[in-house]
C-alpha cells in the first residue's frame, strides 16, 4: 500500500538527519500498511541489548480518524562503520558523517546518564 504524508514541507524542510532518515526508513520499510505519517519524534533513543548498541526514532501514524499508532525505525552502526536503517527489514545504509556520530554520542550519553541515575536513586 502508499502511505500518505501528512506533514508539512515546512516541517520536513526543518528535519534533522535522524529525523530525514527515520521517514525514508518506514516509507522504504516493509511495517507499513497505508498509515498516514503525521510527525517524526526529535528525540534518539539508545538502547543495549545483548552486547549490540542501537538506536531507534519514533514515526508517528494515523491509521484512521479515531486511530492513531507509532512506528519505531531502528538504526544500528555496522562493522563497516555505517549505519543501518531497519523497519522491518534493512532498508537503508549511509555513511557516518560528524552530525550523526555527535548525535548518536549524545543519545547514549543521555540514556546512559539517565541508567546511573536511576540505579542511584535506587540506592536511597
Known amino acids: 500500500m502508499k502511505n500518505l504524508v ?31 505519517v503525521t510527525g517524526v519524534s526529535t528525540d534518539v533513543g539508545f538502547h543495549d541489548f545483548g552486547g549490540k548498541e542501537y538506536y531507534t526514532v519514533t514515526v508517528f501514524l494515523r491509521e484512521s480518524d ?7 525505525i531502528g538504526f544500528y552502526i555496522t562493522h563497516e562503520e555505517e549505519l543501518m536503517v531497519y523497519s522491518s527489514r534493512k532498508v537503508l545504509k549511509v555513511g557516518l ?3 550523526l ?17 536511576y540505579e542511584e536513586d535506587e540506592k536511597k
Open 101 to 117: 556520530r555527535e548525535t548518536l554520542a549524545k543519545a547514549k550519553e543521555s540514556e546512559l546518564n539517565r541508567r546511573k541515575k
Open 6 to 36: 501528512e506533514i508539512s514541507d515546512y516541517q520536513v524542510k526543518y528535519f534533522t538527519n535522524m529525523q530525514s532518515l527515520a521517514f525514508a526508513g518506514f516509507m522504504l520499510g516493509g511495517d507499513n500498511y497505508g498509515e498516514i
Open 97 to 99: 558523517t560528524r552530525e
Open 66 to 72: 479515531t486511530h492513531t499508532s507509532t512506528s519505531g
